[in-house]
């Protein structure tokens, strides 16, 4: 499988990665999780501040040499991130990763449903200005709604593609991550909700109440206004549809 394959572009500006560690604030108390660690640069740097790094690797060619390189607090995984449980690793409590960008969307949200407390990440730029976006802006979508539910979100910093090898076509960003302690609203049915989500932003340029009719069989604009489309929607706003919607089904 190519690097192009595998959407690895590897971040060769060291100041970036300086800045990284420094964004999460990595000390000797941390255990730290890095995805698709490469030649190794960013690890090494993570290992002089944390207390362990654990580095996940597909990419069988950087593993002898990152096996002769590492520092000894490092444990080196050779697997596909995506099938890893992270249960059976050592509890890590944070992650710092140049992300792999084709894998950006399910590692994310895999990474949501672990214990951890901060996360610093880089993204395509394009992607992380979807993880941020507010209800009536352009790139407001699925993405934005879910991790608004799941953590507090802030890209940090923008980051050149000169800064990589190979060069990405579009810049980068930053992101600082932080899983919420409590949800900013409340949902009856959680899987619902997410379903009722991908369902709305799947077909974003109709209105929900004729989404709702095809998709549900049912009509509850008297109770909530829903000649509008899905983009008008806070998160909030989706997930009190979401509930009103549970307690009709269940009338």
């Known amino acids: 499988m190519t690097l192009k394959k595998l959407g690895q572009n590897f971040l060769i500006d060291k100041d970036v990665a300086k800045r990284e560690i420094k964004?999460?604030?990595?000390?000797?108390?941390?255990?730290v999780l890095e995805i698709g660690p490469g030649k190794g640069a960013l690890t090494t740097l993570l290992a002089k501040r944390a207390r362990k790094v654990i580095a996940i690797e597909i990419d069988e060619r950087?593993?002898?040499?990152?096996?002769?390189?590492?520092?000894?607090?490092v444990l080196l995984i050779r697997a596909d991130v995506l099938k890893?449980?992270?249960k059976t690793l050592p509890k890590f409590n944070k992650i710092v990763s140049n992300l792999p960008y084709q894998i950006s969307s399910p590692i994310t949200f895999k990474f949501l449903?672990?214990?951890?407390?901060q996360?610093?990440?880089?993204?395509?730029?394009?992607?992380?200005d979807r993880m941020v976006a507010k209800a009536g802006s352009k790139d407001y979508s699925r993405l934005s709604v879910g991790i608004y539910y799941k953590a507090r979100c802030e890209i940090v910093e923008t980051v050149p593609k000169t800064c990589f090898d190979p060069q990405p076509k579009v810049e980068s960003c930053i992101v600082n991550l932080l899983p919420r302690a409590s949800h900013p609203f409340s949902v009856?049915?959680?899987?619902?909700?997410?379903?009722?989500?991908?369902?709305?932003?799947?077909?974003?340029?109709?209105?929900?109440?004729n989404i709702l009719q095809k998709t549900y069989g049912i009509d509850c604009e008297e109770i909530l206004d829903t000649d509008k489309r899905v983009e008008e929607l806070t998160p909030e706003q989706?997930?009190?549809?979401?509930?009103?919607?549970?307690?009709?089904?269940?009338k």
């Open 23 to 31: 964004y999460c604030n990595i000390t000797k108390d941390d255990v």
């Open 62 to 73: 950087f593993i002898d040499d990152l096996k002769k390189n590492l520092p000894k607090n």
């Open 84 to 86: 890893v449980d992270f």
């Open 113 to 117: 449903e672990y214990d951890f407390s």
């Open 119 to 128: 996360a610093i990440l880089i993204y395509q730029k394009e992607f992380a």
């Open 188 to 209: 009856s049915n959680e899987n619902f909700f997410f379903e009722l989500t991908r369902e709305l932003f799947n077909h974003r340029r109709k209105k929900i109440k």
């Open 238 to 250: 989706i997930g009190k549809l979401s509930n009103i919607l549970l307690e009709i089904q269940h």
